[in-house]
């Protein structure tokens, strides 16, 4: 497993000038990256691969930056925070994600449903004992309720019409592990939030999950940037440093709030980072609206 990476952000500008939806414009996962690192992913001796690993395997292929003529496909909102600041928001040996346009589109491809059914739901349980028996690598998605979860899931699948995504309003709606496969490719599994409406029987599940799950290779946990990193959050990610997952954090909804906010909880998430020290954390968080 390589570079794992995801969520980007694209201009308002650039998605009408490439055709794509409403719904797509603001969100577009680049999983390729993901995918062709998850291919080659089997773990050696039982050990699962860090960040840390990863960034230092000179076999494994680093996007470059973009350069100056594809700049504006690609909009990174920390890059316009950078702006705001004097000293560097990431360090360069961090390597901030930046996707090459051939990757966005082949991501765009993995997310389009072909044929019927071949991006699909295959499972929705509580109990790990449950969840599908395949040779694939999963990508859990947690976080509080309401922070966005599902709704991020559905937007991915923006193209697969056949599949459909709960989503609501009320805090503690998903209340079982929901398996959406992905072609021969992953699966993506939405989780059950913590916090408000958090189900009795999360700690059995989710917990179980993440610790126990062997397909499970790498966590996005969601942070609503309103709210910034609140205890549950840090308690999650303890979790998952405790069980040597990899994990990924995105802040949500910063349509919801200003450069000044943003600003902060990127701090707050640097600081956190710094503090577990860890290669299972990808340096850079990502800023999804
Ligand atoms: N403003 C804003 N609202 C969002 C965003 N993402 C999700 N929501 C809303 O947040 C609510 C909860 O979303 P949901 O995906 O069900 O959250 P989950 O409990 O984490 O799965 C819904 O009303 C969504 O429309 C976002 O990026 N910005
Ligand atoms: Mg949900």
Known sequence: MSLLSTACNLTRRTAARHGLSPKEKHRLSDIFTLVREFQTSAPACGQKPTFKTILNDPLVHIPPRISVS???LFCDPTE????????????ENERPYRPLVDEMKLAQTVFTSERPRDIRRVESTIRIEKAP?????????????????????SCLFHKAPFVKVPVSSTPGFTKTLKFYQVKDYFTLVDMPGYGFNQPHYFRDCVENFLRHRQNLRLAFVMVDAAEGLVKRDLSI???LEECQLPYCIMLNKIDLVKDSQRLEVVGQVRTIRDKFGSPNCYPQPFLIR
């Not at 316009?80 to 360090?91: A, H, M, R, S, Y």
């Open 80 to 91: 316009k925070l950078q702006k705001l600041l004097q000293t560097p928001l990431f360090d």
């Open 133 to 153: 028996i395949y040779n694939l690598p999963e990508v859990a998605f947690l976080g509080r309720s309401n922070v966005g979860k599902s709704s991020m899931i």
């Open 70 to 72: 594809q700049a504006d």
């Open 237 to 239: 990610l303890e979790y």
